[in-house]
Each structure stands twice: as C-alpha cells, then as structure tokens.
C-alpha cells in the first residue's frame, strides 16, 4: 500500500511541477500578444520509471534477473518558438538523470542495489498542436539525449562489466502546456509531460 501511495504521489508532483517556464521576451521585439517569446526558460523535474534488462547472474548464491526503480529527473530546459503563433520549438535541456533500480531475485526475497546517475544533455524538437498566442495545449516533442555517467555504485563481484562510458537514447514525449500568468511581453507556463526514453547503448554489456 505504501509503495502505490509514493507512486501516486511522485506522479502528481511530476504532473504539477515539471516544466515550469518562465517567458523571455527580446528587447528589440515590440511587445504584442502576436509576437513569439524569445525563449522560455524553466525548471524540469519529475520522476523515472526505470526497468532493467538483464541475464541471469549469481551473488552469494543468490541469483538475480531484471529489475526496477523508481528515480529522480531534475534539470534546466529552454525551448525556443520557431514560428509566430508558438507552435513549433527547438529544445535544449542539462539534466541530473537517474537511472538507479534494485535488481529482483529468482530464488529468495532478496533484492540488489544499482546507483547509475548521469549528466544529461539532450536536444530536440517539440509541436504544439494548437496555434496560440502564447504556448498552450497538447504538443509532442522528440529528443535526443547524451549522458555522461556521475555516479556508479555496484557489487564489486559486477564490477568487471564493461561499462559504458556515454548513455545515448531517443526520448518521445507527450505534453500539455498552461499558461497560468500572461502580461504582453511575459508568460508563466506549466507543463506535466509523459514520455519513454529509448535506449540506443547499453548500461553495460
């Protein structure tokens, strides 16, 4: 029961909290409801669902295959408006990912630990599906994401695993942008998304 309440409650989070941006105008652009925003700038947060492909292996008579977690995102995204009416965008984004999960046991209770966090970069494109003055609605984006490995804490019995040195992936998501203040030449904007990254490398081999 605890675990579906912190499942729950980490998705409203994510849902309230991702994506908050803040709309920058440029100074040389005369300040109209029509014009697009120079950028926005916001904060991404939310929450991974992570599922771990694996073989069979053995610790200390224990033997494990698969596994899951539940881990944190948190990072600066910046989408600049390519058209007039905000719907289309090339996005930028510097992420804290996590990718941490407990390895699952085929003969005992037992489960095993995996820290994997990285330093994300990612680019991408995004469309909104409504022609608005300012960004609203659903839109859908593709990202291509470039992760650099921070922190790595495993069994030293796994440890001899050729590590990966880059993570990439191909991230599709689906978004809702709305608009909470809007004065002329400023924009707040929240965005809950929902997304499934797919991965190009592998943790390891």
């Keep these: 029961m605890n675990h579906r309440i912190i499942l729950i409650s980490a998705f409203l989070l994510s849902a309230v909290f991702t994506g908050a941006a803040f709309g920058q105008e440029n100074e040389s652009v005369c300040s109209s409801p029509s ?39 948190l990072g600066i995204t910046v989408e600049f408006p390519l058209t007039e009416y905000n719907t289309h965008f090339i996005l ?15 003969n005992s209770p037992n489960t095993l630990s995996a820290t994997a966090t990285y330093l994300k970069m990612c680019v991408g494109y995004k469309h909104n599906l409504f022609v608005k ?10 990202l291509l994401g470039f992760g650099l490995p921070l922190a790595e804490d495993q069994p030293a019995d796994i440890s001899q695993a050729k590590r990966s040195s880059v993570r990439l992936n191909v991230c599709g998501e689906v978004t809702y942008d709305i608009p909470l203040i809007i004065n002329w030449d400023k924009a ?16 390891d081999d």
């Design 35 to 73: 014009e697009p925003l120079g950028f926005l700038l916001g904060v991404k947060c939310g929450v991974n669902f992570v599922r771990y492909n694996t073989e069979s292996f053995t610790l200390s008579g224990t033997t494990y295959k698969n596994g899951s977690g539940i881990a944190p995102l």
């Design 188 to 203: 707040i904007i929240v965005t809950p998304l929902i997304g499934y990254a797919f991965p190009v490398t592998l943790v």
């Design 92 to 106: 930028m984004e510097a992420l804290f990912d996590s990718k941490s999960g407990h390895f699952t046991s085929e």
């Design 133 to 142: 003055d300012v960004p609203s609605g659903p839109g859908l984006s593709i």
